[in-house]
């Protein structure tokens, strides 16, 4: 009956938005995902304007569950549907309902196949029932324990099977005959499970606990909280170690990033420091830090090199009206490493660069993206991206740069982060030339907006 329950609850959607789904996404939503999909992927997903995005977003739902992601192919999404072709062939067969839908299919698809499965149909003891056997080691890692078993049943023998519950439902209701109820609840139990262990002693066991670790069931003195705290693991599995941050940027993605991008974002490290140069100039200093994880790289076997592309944009808007930007750049690097260098694709990647700024207080933005292509298929190629936002403050009395802790309860900025061998950075501004044509243009931007700005621009080679 709990099952049921909590099957019911999870397909609870807003239903004016999900009438408004195509077909295939509507299909995704309530017959291919329901038991994977978190609420916040799940609101995302309902709020989704365009087939683009939908698109976008059902290719990052799986890339983000792939547990092995240097391969083609997506080893938990193969499985899932697997299973899910499985449950809909087999266990829809007796029931109006679709496979994905009963009990039995539900379990099925979160925990895979069980080990072993012994059917009770021709005992005139018990309702029909099926009792499922799991020893999986892949599954110790949700916490389960070693060993546990599930129970399904037909109640008062007719309709399909559902699954039992020793909490809600009790050993007495797997058995046929009159219920015979007393006064004492312990002895209606053990007088029940007396009968079901003639029938058979593991049947007899499940009816009291699905966990074979937690002691002596047949004392019939209490509730299977073991069984309690189990069900709730099986059902939260989908959901272990999930990130959903990919999921709860859209906003931010549809203004800032372009449409091939979206629902991409890999985490980071980065820091920001700014420091007063010669006539009053400063430069914002910054860094960003990539697990190895989330940097794709591809190997050409006929070189022998792996490749990468990285796109930065850096920006800089007034904070007090971001509609004005006063920075804003563009740069695509290439970094090529030989086989003999792969060790180096085992390591944070660090990205940096160096931007000039006048007098002012700044929203400061860097993007990052990175792009890897195994062919000339654009649909094959690998894309992620990651951000930096800082606030960046430059007083007008001494051109000196003041930026607030990325922390805020930390005294100071963080130091900028070690770079590894093997990093990419942006072209800096060396020549004197090429910082003052530059910071002509920002002077130039500031002064339309009636700040009073005097900088000396031309200087000398070491400007």
């Known amino acids: ?244 941050s990919y999921a709860e940027r859209l906003d931010f993605e549809r203004g800032a990033v372009e449409s091939d991008y979206l629902f991409r974002y890999v985490a980071s490290a980065g820091a920001v420091d700014v420091l007063e140069g010669d006539g009053g100039v400063s430069f914002v200093h910054w860094v960003i830090e990539v697990p190895p994880e989330n940097i794709a790289f591809v190997l050409d076997r006929e070189s022998g090199v792996y490749g990468s592309a990285f796109i930065v944009s850096v920006e800089a808007v007034l904070r007090d009206d971001p509609n004005v930007v006063v920075i804003q750049s563009r740069n695509e690097s290439f970094v090529e490493l030989k086989e003999s260098e792969q060790a180096s694709l085992h390591r944070p990647f660090a990205y940096s660069g160096m931007t000039p700024l006048v007098p002012g207080e700044y929203d400061f933005r860097v993007i990052l993206r990175n792009r890897a292509c195994p062919s000339r298929v654009e649909k094959e190629c690998i894309k992620s991206y990651t951000l930096l936002d800082h606030e960046v403050d430059v007083p007008a009395e001494t051109g000196k740069a003041v930026v607030p802790p990325l922390d805020e309860d930390a005294d100071e900025a963080e130091p900028l982060l070690p770079l590894p061998e093997a990093q990419p950075a942006t072209k800096k501004v060396k020549k004197s030339k090429v910082a003052a044509k530059r910071l002509k243009k920002v002077v130039k931007e500031v002064k339309k907006l009636g700040v009073d700005v005097d900088v000396d621009v031309e200087g000398g080679d070491d400007a």
């Open 1 to 244: 009956m709990f099952g049921l329950i909590l099957a019911s609850a999870l397909l609870v959607l807003p239903q004016d938005r999900v009438d408004k789904l195509p077909g295939h996404h509507k299909k995704w939503l309530l017959e291919e995902v329901p038991y994977l999909i978190s609420e916040v992927e799940r609101d995302v997903f309902l709020g989704l304007e365009s087939e683009q995005e939908r698109e976008a977003f059902v290719e990052a739902f799986w890339r983000k569950r792939d547990e092995n992601p240097a391969t083609l192919e997506n080893e938990y999404r193969d499985e899932h549907y697997k299973r899910l072709a499985y449950v809909n062939e087999f266990f829809g067969r007796d029931t109006f309902r679709e496979g994905f839908e009963t009990d039995r299919g539900r379990y099925y698809i979160l925990l895979g196949p069980p080990r072993n499965r012994q059917n009770f149909d021709g005992s005139d003891a018990v309702y029909p029932s099926e009792l499922w056997f799991y020893d999986n080691p892949d599954l110790k890692r949700y916490g389960l324990p070693p060993f546990f078993s599930l129970l399904f049943f037909q109640r008062h023998g007719a309709g399909e099977l559902e699954i039992y519950s020793p909490v809600l439902d009790g050993p007495q209701t797997l058995l046929t005959g009159p219920d015979t109820k007393s006064a004492d609840f312990r002895q209606d139990v053990e007088r029940a499970y007396d009968k079901l262990y003639e029938v058979d002693p593991e049947l007899a066991q499940a009816a009291l606990s699905f966990r074979t670790d937690e002691g002596d069931t047949a004392q019939f003195s209490g509730v299977s909280f073991g069984t309690m705290e189990l069900m709730d693991q099986i059902v939260k599995i989908p959901f272990h170690g999930l990130d959903t």
